[in-house]
């Protein structure tokens, strides 16, 4: 099981770090991402990290404001994202795939946290 928390309402401009923690001995076997979804919008992939850490993916729209990472001996990974936009309001997701890298397609994820909802007011 995944929990994601850490989300918020906060201003534009603000910090936020949104953690997922995952139950089980096995977090170490998989690649995790960070989706978002806002209303209206399909699912995206946001961040990703591969299962020990060594390779990292960001959406373009994220770059230099998000960073994602993990500690495989506390079963979690977090999302760091600063400077927050409005257009950054989402419920944010973490997900697991048991690979070593991640993929941008949610279907390729077999694990889902419940979601945070990230709302910046301007």
């Known amino acids: 099981q995944l929990q994601a928390s850490g989300g918020g309402l906060v201003q534009a401009g603000d910090s936020l770090r949104l953690s997922c923690a995952a139950s089980?001995?096995?977090?170490?076997?998989?690649?995790m991402g960070w989706f978002r979804q806002a209303p209206g919008k399909e699912r995206e992939l946001v961040a990703a990290?591969?299962?020990?850490?060594?390779?990292?993916y960001y959406a373009d729209s994220v770059k230099d404001r998000f960073t994602v990472s993990r500690d495989n001996a506390a079963n979690t990974v977090w999302l760091q994202i600063t400077s927050l936009r409005p257009e950054d309001t989402a419920v944010y997701y973490c997900?697991?795939?048991?690979?070593?890298?991640?993929?941008?397609?949610?279907?390729?994820?077999?694990?889902w946290g419940q979601g945070t909802l990230v709302t910046v007011s301007s």
């Open positions: 997900a697991a795939r048991g690979t070593l890298l991640p993929t941008r397609v949610p279907s390729d994820y077999d694990l």
């Open positions: 990290i591969s299962r020990n850490g060594g390779n990292t």
């Open positions: 089980g001995r096995t977090f170490s076997s998989y690649a």
